[in-house]
């Protein structure tokens, strides 16, 4: 069943989505398709946190306007949004 994480991938890269923070502009699904898709209430959620390699993810989370896509490394360090922005 898709949700919105977080979820661990098999390589340890851990995804979220910040539902408060989606807006269902879906750049997310435009640039990883095999990832994501929309809820019943519009909101980015993970079909198969699998569908694409963690490059192609990072860039799908750096395209979302809102930065409502969280990535963590297999450490736990927050790579997006940007620690140091915050």
Do not use: Q
Request: a negative charge; hydrophobic letters at 35%; charged letters at 30%.
């Amino acid at each position: 069943m898709p949700n919105s994480g977080p979820v661990v991938r098999s390589d340890g890269y851990e995804l979220e989505v910040d539902r408060d923070l989606c807006v269902t502009l879906a750049v997310c699904l435009g640039l990883a398709p095999e990832t994501f898709e929309l809820d019943t209430e519009g909101k980015a959620v993970f079909k198969n946190p699998e569908g694409e390699d963690i490059h192609t993810l990072l860039e799908a989370a750096k395209g979302c306007p809102v930065n409502a896509i969280i990535i963590r490394n297999k450490e736990g360090k927050r790579l997006w949004p940007d620690p140091e922005v915050d």
